[in-house]
């Protein structure tokens, strides 16, 4: 993988940044993007290139607009001299997901729709301009985050399963289209990760106390545990792997029992 172009969205904290560095520790050079955090992205894109002897440069992007994918992809054309993973991994919080974030009585046009165009229409717009640039460089490989509460209930994340439930869907359709130019695309479905994104749930505590419980591993996820997935997925190790969802849930979802 040295050598590689890794482009990422959201690699501030959480499950981004580990991916960053995981991908980093290969060799690979990281293209990503922030939001609101830019000092701290300029922290982490400084100490990936210092300890691992690669190049990182960090893009500002909002996954709520969508289109501006192609101006950064144009931006990223000019640092790199290649792109061979994508991994559309940014998630949206706060103000844009109210009516989104809820109880199904509670939900709304806006923040479901807000959920859509960061989960599905960035992942489709993100990984269209990616394939043009793998295409150029014989092929690559596509990932997009995903989440298990897609199958499993979680209190009012009805809005964010179904989307994860959508991208899911739409990496299986986009997997059958690139497979001809030798681009794989796959999701990584995690369970309950200790993030800044799962200590935003109003029931954080309870839901970190259940996963323990209920975890075959007895503990909760760590964003290192996504990345290595990741990695593994966009290595030759996984070369006729395509179209598929890989669950890194630690036993999570077998578990009904009470
Ligand atoms: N945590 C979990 O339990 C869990 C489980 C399964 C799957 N996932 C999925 O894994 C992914 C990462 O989650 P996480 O827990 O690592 O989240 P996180 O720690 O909250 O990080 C979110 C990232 O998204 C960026 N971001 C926020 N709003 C954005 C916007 N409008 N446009 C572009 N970027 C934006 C943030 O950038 P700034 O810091 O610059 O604002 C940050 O880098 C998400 O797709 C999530 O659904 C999470």
Not at 22 to 46: M, P
């Amino acid at each position: 993988m040295k050598g590689k172009t890794l482009v990422i969205s959201g690699a501030t904290k959480g499950i981004g940044k580990a991916i960053a560095y995981a991908f980093a520790k290969e060799g690979v050079n990281v293209a990503f993007t922030y939001n609101s955090n830019e000092e701290e992205a300029e922290k982490i894109a400084a100490d990936l290139e210092k300890s691992y002897a690669i190049k990182a440069k960090p893009y500002k992007l909002n996954v709520l607009e969508p289109e501006e994918y192609k101006n950064l992809f144009k931006e990223i054309d000019a640092d790199f001299d290649r792109v061979d993973y994508f991994i559309s991994n940014a998630m949206i919080y706060g103000r844009a997901v109210v009516g989104g974030y809820g109880k199904f009585m509670r939900l709304k046009p806006r923040g479901l729709n807000n959920i859509y165009t960061a989960t599905v229409v960035a992942f489709v717009i993100g990984a269209q301009e990616a394939a043009k640039r793998m295409e150029k460089v014989g092929g690559g490989s596509i990932i997009s985050m995903s989440s298990t509460g897609n199958i499993t209930y979680i209190d009012n994340y009805a809005g964010h399963g179904t989307n994860k439930a959508a991208v899911e869907a739409m990496v299986r359709y986009a997997a059958m289209e690139l497979g001809e130019k030798n681009i794989r695309v796959n999701a990584v479905s995690g369970g309950p990760i200790d993030t800044d994104a799962l200590k935003a749930f109003v029931n954080y505590e309870e839901v970190k106390e259940a996963t323990e419980r209920i975890s075959a591993l007895g503990r909760i996820g760590q964003p290192e545990d996504i990345a290595g997935a990741c990695v593994f997925l966009c290595s030759d190790k996984a070369s006729w792997i395509t179209g598929q969802t890989l669950l890194v849930e630690g036993g999570t979802t077998f578990n009904t029992k009470c």
